[in-house]
C-alpha cells in the first residue's frame, strides 16, 4: 500500500519573500500600462493637448508607484536582511 500524499511544506517567510519579488518585478508593467491609459484614450487623428484631469491622474500614478515601490524595497530588505531560520532538512523528502 501506498502512504497518502502530504501535503506540501512551503514555509511562510520564503513564500511570502517570493511573491512581494514577483510583485516588484510586475510592478514597471502596471505602471506602465497605467501611464498608457490617457494615451489610449486620444485617437491618432486628433491631435488634443493633454486636459488638467490628465494631469493629475498622471501624476498621482507617478506618485503611487514610488510609494509602492519605497513598500516593497522596505518589505523586501525586512525579509532578505533576517537570518535564515532552521527547519527540518527536507520536508519533502521521502522517507
Known sequence: MSRPPRPQF??????????LMDAAK????????????PLMRHSPDV?????????????LVW???????LLMSLGLRRV????PQKSDPSPLSED
Open 10 to 19: 512551503l514555509a511562510r517567510d520564503s513564500y511570502r519573500m517570493r511573491r
Open 63 to 69: 506618485f503611487g508607484l514610488i510609494l509602492l515601490a
Open 26 to 37: 510586475f510592478l514597471p508593467l502596471f505602471g506602465f500600462v497605467l501611464l498608457l491609459l
Open 80 to 83: 532578505l536582511s533576517a537570518p
Open 47 to 59: 491631435e488634443a493637448p493633454p486636459t488638467a484631469s490628465e494631469m493629475v491622474y498622471l501624476f
